[in-house]
Structures are given as structure tokens and as C-alpha cells.
Nanobody, 121 residues
Framework: VQLQASGGGLVQAGGSLRLSCAASGSIFSISNMGWYRQAPGNQRELVAIVTSGNVTNYADSVRGRFTISRDNAKNTVYLQMNSLRPEDTAVYYC????????????????WGQGTEVTVSS
């Protein structure tokens, strides 16, 4: 199983970016999918998460500015980021809780490789 993230880049404060993350490989089902970020010198933190039933949750710092969504047919999760701020600068990682085959009783969390977002003031 692989998660491939894309869409990062350099943007001015107030701008927008859309991140995408596609899961591929041996996948039977995906439960939660989410985005995390890690700024230099900081721990990785949860940004947003979406369940298989499309229930979403956001970090307080991004609520109202970021929107997470998923396309189950494509095993893809998106993060639309609006009104970006310099403090949003970080490497963004996607993650998915994946059951690889029918009858497998556990899910494994897989991580994407990270995509860098830089917001200039």
C-alpha cells in the first residue's frame, strides 16, 4: 500500500492551495483518512480527519479555513486550504487507516511521503 501526496507549494498569505493524496495497492477498505502537518522544531499535529461516513473534524487553528473531503471510488483524500497564514507553513502528511483484504481483522495506518507548504507574509 502506498499513499502519494501532492499539491504543496509556495503561496502568499491569504492564498489557497489544494492538497491531494491517493492510496494505491492492496486495499480492501479505508476507514479514517486525514492530514497532519509538522513545522520545523514542532511535533506532528493533526490538521483534519474524515471518516468513511464523511464525518469531519478539524484542528481549531484551521477550522473555517480548511476543508477535508474524500473520494472513496478513487481512494483519495483532499485538503482545500483557504486564507492561508504564515503559521500554516509545514510539511503536510496524509494518512489512511487501511484494511488490506477481506477477513483481515486489523487496520494499518499508512503515511504519505509529505508535501511542503510554504506561506509567505
Amino acid at each position: 500500500v502506498q499513499l502519494q501526496a501532492s499539491g504543496g507549494g509556495l503561496v502568499q498569505a491569504g492564498g489557497s492551495l489544494r492538497l491531494s493524496c491517493a492510496a494505491s495497492g492492496s486495499i480492501f477498505s479505508i476507514s479514517n483518512m486525514g492530514w497532519y502537518r509538522q513545522a520545523p522544531g514542532n511535533q506532528r499535529e493533526l490538521v483534519a480527519i474524515v471518516t468513511s461516513g464523511n464525518v469531519t473534524n478539524y484542528a481549531d487553528s484551521v477550522r473555517g479555513r480548511f476543508t477535508i473531503s474524500r473520494d472513496n471510488a478513487k481512494n483519495t483524500v483532499y485538503l482545500q486550504m483557504n486564507s492561508l497564514r504564515p503559521e500554516d507553513t509545514a510539511v503536510y502528511y496524509c494518512a489512511g487507516d487501511i484494511r488490506r483484504r477481506l477477513g483481515e481483522n486489523v487496520m494499518f495506518r499508512y503515511w504519505g511521503q509529505g508535501t511542503e507548504v510554504t506561506v509567505s507574509s
